[in-house]
């Protein structure tokens, strides 16, 4: 498929429901109206094509960045790349899926410890998220990199950006769900830290308790992930 085919086929796929569903979440206008239902069959189709996914994340569309971050390869990602991709994120959808890309880069700890210090919100919620998302899969740091994080987390939270505060939280979730050691850890920060306040808009989404989060997942059984050897 080519950009103009799959453009055509995103506005096919739009609704009047789903740009109303966006735009409470905080979407702006450009965009079709397509579930991630439609987007993820859209990417089965495709498969993996970076030069089209560069090709959709400049038009600027809603679901052509989404789809854009799915079919990219991020072994691709370059250092420009990333830079423009994060400089354009305008909401948090977008910037949850290009955090999930950008973590699978070969950039993923560079970018993440430069955008944690971000001060715009938007590149410091895919910092945050990319935190989490390394604590949960990156087997080869040593968990005092995480704990390092932690003394920011708890002096910084309140006083950050909306959504800002909500992927610090994310990050503190994981860092504890680590390993037992940074449980304990990531619990007692969570206890001091209390309530996270994070304005959700007209939806219903709740930002999640850290210290009740993290004892649920161990009261259910949820095994920290085993860090290789020497780590």
């Known amino acids: 498929m080519n950009i103009n085919q799959v453009l055509n086929?995103?506005?096919s796929l739009g609704s009047d429901q789903n740009r109303k569903i966006f735009k409470r979440h905080g979407v702006d206008d450009n965009l079709f109206g397509v579930s991630y239902a439609n987007l993820g069959k859209l990417k089965k189709r495709i498969k993996v094509n970076h030069e089209l996914a560069k090709q959709l994340w400049g038009t600027g569309y809603h679901e052509a960045r989404l789809l854009a971050t799915m079919i990219a390869d991020p072994k691709k990602a370059d250092n420009e790349l990333l830079e423009v991709w994060a400089k354009g994120l305008d909401n948090y959808g977008v910037t949850d899926a290009f955090s999930k890309f950008a973590s699978a880069s070969p950039f993923a700890r560079k970018k993440m410890e430069k955008w944690t210090k971000s001060k715009q919100e938007w590149v410091g919620t895919a910092g945050w998220n990319m935190m989490a998302f390394l604590a949960m899969k990156d087997r080869e740091l040593a968990d005092e990199y995480f704990e390092n994080y932690l003394p920011a987390i708890e002096s910084e939270i309140h006083q950050s950006k909306n959504r800002v505060r909500y992927s610090m939280n994310s990050a503190l979730i994981a860092i504890g769900l680590r390993s037992p050691g940074?449980?304990?850890?990531?619990?007692?920060?969570?206890?001091r830290i209390g309530a996270v306040e994070v304005n959700h808009g007209e939806t219903g989404c709740k930002t999640p308790d850290a210290a009740e989060y993290i004892q649920r997942a161990v009261e259910r059984g949820r095994k920290p992930m085993q860090v290789a050897p020497g780590a």
């Open 9 to 11: 086929e995103l506005k």
């Open 182 to 191: 940074l449980q304990k850890k990531a619990l007692a920060v969570a206890k």
